[in-house]
């Protein structure tokens, strides 16, 4: 008897392997590989298998099993190989030295932000954490689009547009500038240089949700200042500026995973941190540090919440790399795992109003020289607490209804144009 292993009803290499034990047989006194052959009567006869024997079955078998089996054997071999979209993806990636998770050590005021970030709270979880939880079984069996809007207040916070701090905003599937992506120098290295065009450049940044400043948060003055700096100084000319914090969401429903959200935080965050430098450098302020450079970035899908941190690192060698570390990772079907994730998202904003905030007036009304732009005192909103906490709530106009979550919006979501990794052409 020849005992073979049960596979599931679905198995797409049973019709081939159906087809292939129809022609083997065991005989008693032959070897258990023997496989039969028809003559011309249709009488069987065992003999050895062999390249020449199972050559000569194979030609006589009928082209309609023949090509089944051919389709059947490709379908096999593409679904149990991985596609090499998002292995391309992250040695593109390596090779603009952008790297996802290597824990190298943060330098000293990076470490103390980051962990006054992961501060936990010790209060029970919120109202919306546990609404997080009770509406997970409906939102994972959304897309990504409806998913998203479905859970964005709570993974970030209300800005001007929600009657929120009148110094944040955010905006959906803003496509950033050509060339905003950090490129490495070439001009030492022709290795370096055949492996950047082997690879290709990295899609322009397209996050589906990112946080930043409101224009009305500077004066006058200090928005003519940011409109004279060079493009390399911004990811968009317009709001929110200064990026700080980056949503990249995926749904399983319709084949996102985790991996392909980290691919692409991981390219936006190094382009947000690369222009925030080149911010600080023009406005004077030498060698801004990675605490003065860093951005935050939430990757979500419909199980999980994945929290990163992004910075510029200088080895001994002086090689300059763009990292994405991990911060917190949360189960969406689980309470205290949302609620710590929200408590770090209230963290990243409270400091974001705060201390980056400051940080970046400070830089704007530095004198500098050659510039012949007259810069003024901060305009300082007073619905904003000493901390930083959002305070006083504005009252929404019809506009700004609009973009309250669970209100539809009248613009329409575009496509996700920059979640392919293939051909990718643009530097």
């Known amino acids: 008897m020849v005992l073979k292993r049960k ?6 290499r049973d019709s081939v392997s159906n087809e292939l034990q129809s022609a083997f047989v065991s005989v008693p006194g032959q ?12 009488s069987l006869s065992p003999s050895p298998l062999t390249v020449a024997n199972l050559s000569a079955h194979n030609a006589s078998m ?16 593409k679904a149990s190989l991985p596609s090499g979209t998002g292995s391309d993806a992250e040695n593109r990636l390596k090779t603009w030295y952008i790297f996802i998770d290597r824990k190298w050590p943060t330098p000293a005021p990076l470490s103390a932000l980051v ?64 060339g905003c992506i950090p490129k490495p120098n070439t001009s030492e290295d022709k290795t370096l240089e055949a492996a950047l065009k082997k690879f290709g450049c990295p899609p322009r940044p397209k996050p589906d949700v990112v946080y930043g400043y409101a224009e009305d ?54 382009a947000a941190v690369n222009a925030m430098r080149v911010f600080l450098l023009e406005n004077g302020v030498p060698d801004p540090g990675a605490d003065a450079t860093a951005v935050f ?31 917190y990772m949360a189960r969406l079907e689980e309470v205290q795992d949302v609620f710590a994730a929200r408590s770090v998202i209230l963290r990243i904003m409270t400091w974001a109003v705060g201390e980056r905030l400051k940080a970046i007036r400070s830089a704007l009304d530095r004198p500098i020289v050659g510039r012949d732009i007259i810069v003024g005192p901060s305009v300082l909103n007073t619905s904003v607490s000493p901390d930083g906490v959002l305070l006083t709530p504005r009252t929404l106009s019809d506009s700004d209804k609009r973009s309250v979550i669970g209100q539809p919006s009248s613009k329409k979501r575009k496509p996700h144009v920059a979640d392919s990794y293939e051909n990718a052409d643009i530097c």
């Open 7 to 12: 596979r599931a009803a679905s198995d797409p």
């Open 31 to 42: 070897h258990r590989n023997a496989y039969r052959t028809s003559d011309a009567f249709g």
């Open 62 to 77: 009928p082209p309609s099993s023949s090509s089944l089996a051919k389709a059947s054997l490709a379908s096999v071999s």
């Open 115 to 178: 962990a006054w970030i992961k501060t936990p709270r010790d209060d029970d979880p919120t109202p919306k954490s546990r609404r997080v939880v009770d509406l997970h079984p409906e939102v994972k069996q959304m897309k990504e689009s409806k998913a998203l809007f479905h859970n964005l207040r709570m993974f970030g916070a209300d800005t001007r547009t929600q009657g929120g701090d009148p110094n944040l905003d955010f905006e959906l599937d803003v496509v950033w500038r050509e």
């Open 217 to 270: 948060t500077f004066s006058a003055p200090q928005m003519n200042v940011i409109r004279s700096l060079s493009p390399a100084a911004s990811v968009t000319d317009s709001a929110p500026y200064m990026p700080f914090y980056i949503h990249e969401w995926k749904a399983e429903k319709t084949g996102g995973n985790l991996y392909q959200a980290k691919l692409q935080a991981a390219r936006d965050g190094a």
């Open 297 to 327: 970035s939430a990757c979500v899908t419909s199980e999980l919440l994945r929290l990163s941190v992004h910075w510029r690192r200088v080895d001994d060698r002086g090689q300059i790399t763009w990292e994405m570390d991990h911060l």
